[in-house]
């Protein structure tokens, strides 16, 4: 039995931090039913598709073990629907826009009293406050923020290479709704619970403001940052592979020049700290460069583990389906789009009693649980 078996989820979200949030509550084994529009479903089943009709891989990565229902929630039919759908549900999701809840009839303010047990979920852009009308998207959260600040080098912000702010402003939602969850077996009361893009960048950035409590001078992006220790950077191998090393210790330096024998290095007095290291940098990086630079990936990567330092080679994203280790422990999964198509995906990635939580449905077709849903409700063929 999963964590959250038993658990039923309306889920009214679309595009990234909402999918996101019911994704991963699907993942534990929640019932996610995902309310889609007549015709058209989540926007991003449309996205970057290859050819007409087709889902997309964007929409097909945020929407495994779920059921879609087609819903007009405009009309008096579909509203008395949704009625009928809450009063079996634990647990609502929406990401809309401000207000747009409101207009649906489907607010919290206007349900929670006629559900009380009903737990309600809200990802907006920002909590409660000046900002909380605004719209927000990850890319714009991630520059007022000051994550693209710190992301790029000086004077060029750059956004991260991933949606992170939505996948943590959903993923700050799953852990208020399983805190609700557990509040509700002493209460017998649901709650209304909210999750932001905004404040959840904030979160984020949590080391940079501690940094800067700290410090007179303005925090530097993390490009040209004062770097604790010595060797924490990016080298080029003979066959134009890219890694990262880092020697962060004096035991890692000491079997750096072991392995890669330098016993020159290990033996320079005025390398024989990291604060030493530090000052050294202008001319030990360059050869450490050197050092790399007369080897392949393959040998680098030997040595880099043998002397059991930090490492890493620097991978594209293709380059993952092939990784050993995501391939050995399953983690990635087979994936059937709802055209048929299949693409290896990611999996939860956590574990639960030493179990992976496994995959129980594709992402389904738009509307391809309606009818057994209104069934399920008592709605006859008709």
């Not at 889902?55 to 879609?68: A, G, P, Q, V």
Request: glycine share 8%.
């Amino acid at each position: 039995m999963k964590a959250l078996e038993g658990i039923k989820v309306l889920d009214f979200t679309h595009v990234q931090s909402g999918p996101t949030c019911t994704q991963l509550l699907a993942w534990f084994g929640a019932d996610v039913i995902k309310v889609e529009r007549p015709g058209v479903g989540d926007a991003t089943r449309g996205q970057l598709v290859d050819k007409p009709g087709a889902d997309s891989l964007y929409f097909t990565m945020l929407n495994h073990n779920k059921r879609s229902i087609e819903l007009n929630s405009k009309n008096e039919t579909g509203k008395a629907i949704l009625t009928r759908l809450i009063e079996t549900c634990d647990v609502l999701v929406e990401n809309f826009g401000p207000g747009t809840m409101t207009r649906l009839g489907l607010d919290a303010t206007q349900i929670c009293d006629e559900f009380p047990r009903l737990i309600y979920l809200s990802l907006k852009g920002f909590l409660p406050g000046p900002y909380e009308e605004r719209i927000a998207l990850d890319e714009v959260v991630q520059m007022m923020s000051g994550l693209a600040y710190m992301t790029g080098p000086p004077g060029q912000p750059l956004r991260a290479g991933s949606s992170v702010v939505d996948i943590m402003g959903g993923a700050f939602g799953v852990i208020a709704v399983q805190a609700a969850l557990i509040e509700r077996t002493r209460t017998g009361k649901g709650q209304l619970v909210k999750s932001a893009l905004f404040e959840s960048a904030m979160f984020l950035m949590g080391q940079h403001l501690a940094y800067a409590a700290q410090s007179d001078a303005p925090v530097p992006p993390m490009p040209a940052r004062v770097s604790a220790w010595a060797i924490y950077d990016q080298f080029q191998t003979s066959d134009n592979a890219t890694v990262f090393m880092g020697i962060t210790s004096d035991n890692h330096w000491h079997r750096f020049c072991a392995v890669f024998k330098r016993p020159d290095l290990a033996d320079d007095p005025s390398l024989a700290s990291n604060n030493q290291r530090i000052d050294a940098r202008p001319h030990l990086l360059p050869v450490i460069a050197d050092i790399v630079s007369g080897m392949t990936l393959v040998a680098v990567t030997e040595k880099a583990l043998t002397a059991a330092l930090p490492f890493a080679h620097v991978a594209r994203p293709e380059q993952l389906w092939d990784d050993p280790h995501l391939n050995a422990g399953a983690y990635l999964l087979e994936t059937e789009m709802p055209d048929g198509r299949g693409a290896h995906l990611p999996t939860l990635p956590v574990t639960m009693g030493g179990r992976m939580t496994g995959l129980r449905t594709h992402p389904p077709r738009l509307g391809a649980d309606t009818a057994p849903c209104l069934a399920g409700l008592g709605y006859s063929d008709n």
